[in-house]
């Protein structure tokens, strides 16, 4: 069972210390805590890390849960390790913090789900959009019928991931697929968090070489089209190849359509006759509020609002969207 300490504060450590480690202990530092220890495979890396911040470091994640110092950890590797990491801190008590997807396979994420269940472990995923200020005013107006029906579901992320065929991302022993695995995986939870649940789901991808880069072993571009028993349709874009980029949530329904633009963001809506209205939306940093409902949760004060049956579910779609493919 993962120790209880509510009321208490967790001692924190980090397990991969790339670029979303660094938004990770970032994003603990602006709820009051600074991690007490790190670990990474690249030793460069990791020394940067304990000499900014402090803290023990280790070479290796299993390492760091077994040395008793911490009570949670942010698990920031690639998707390949996080059923081992994940497993290693619910056996060993400890809570954790899996970023995105919960792994690498569906059964890798089913194994991970089976854990938490047996022995009651404390584990939340990364998906940081629930917490974007204009994507919760934005569920308040889905759930409120602000909107009337909820008819189509839109959402675009892409833009331009230079010399990704340099790094694991392109791997798909190590990243379980491409631009879906990576990209969509938040798409996929925000279409589940702001509709519903899919019961149709249907995939078209590709790579190709361009001046932008070759042909990779995983796909660079796809769109995912989902749809709820009830009818309501969503569309999925990605891409890793399109400089212009796009990031939107457009939600239409019979009674207007509401759009959260991430460049600046707003939230806009426009109904029937009239014109475009910008809502006041207070701003906040979608990693530090996600944080502070993981500490939240974690000291018995609410619940966790992204949970493993949101992983589970998340990669249970990646694996059918990937089934359904038609042009492999």
């Known amino acids: 069972m993962t120790k209880s300490i509510t009321g208490g504060t967790p001692r924190v450590g980090v397990i991969g210390v790339g ?25 460069e890396a990791l020394a940067a890390t304990v000499a900014e911040h402090g803290g023990t470091s280790f070479a290796n994640g299993q390492d760091l849960i077994a040395s008793g110092l911490v009570d949670l950890v942010s698990i920031c590797t690639p998707p ?5 990491l994940a497993l290693a801190a619910l056996d060993a008590g400890v809570g954790a913090l899996c970023e995105k997807p919960l792994a690498r396979t569906l059964e890798d994420a ?30 308040q107006m889905v759930d409120s019928g602000d ?29 379980g697929g491409g631009v ?35 042909l990779l072993s995983v796909e660079d571009t796809a769109t995912l089209i989902l749809q709820t028993a009830d009818g309501t349709i969503g569309t999925i874009e990605s891409s890793w190849r399109t400089p212009v980029g796009e990031w939107t949530v457009t939600v239409f329904g019979t009674a207007g359509t509401a759009v959260v633009d991430y460049d600046d963001e707003t939230l806009r809506v426009k109904r029937p006759g009239g014109d475009w209205e ?30 493993v049956a949101d992983g589970l579910a998340a990669n249970r779609i990646l694996d059918a969207a990937y089934r359904s493919r038609t042009d492999r």
């Open 147 to 175: 909107l009337g029906t909820v008819m189509q579901f839109r959402n675009r992320f892409a833009g331009h991931n230079p010399d990704v065929e340099r790094t694991w991302f392109a791997n798909p022993d190590i990243a």
């Open 19 to 43: 670029a979303i480690g660094r938004i990770h202990i970032r994003a603990w530092g602006a709820n009051g805590i600074v991690p007490v220890a790190f670990a990474d495979a690249n030793p």
């Open 80 to 84: 390949h390790f996080h059923r081992p």
């Open 110 to 139: 089913s194994v991970i789900a089976e854990a938490v269940a047996r022995t009651g472990g404390f584990l939340t995923v990364g998906f940081c959009h629930r917490f974007q200020p204009q994507i919760e005013a934005l569920k």
């Open 278 to 307: 910008t809502i006041d939306v207070p701003p906040g940093d979608r990693f530090t509020r996600e944080f502070t409902n993981v500490l939240a949760a974690w000291r018995g004060d609410e619940q966790l609002r992204a949970t």
């Open 180 to 214: 879906l695995t990576d990209t969509s995986v938040h798409s996929i939870d925000l279409f589940r968090h702001l509709i519903g649940e899919p019961v149709r789901i249907q995939a078209l991808t590709s790579t190709r070489e361009t001046d932008l880069g070759p």
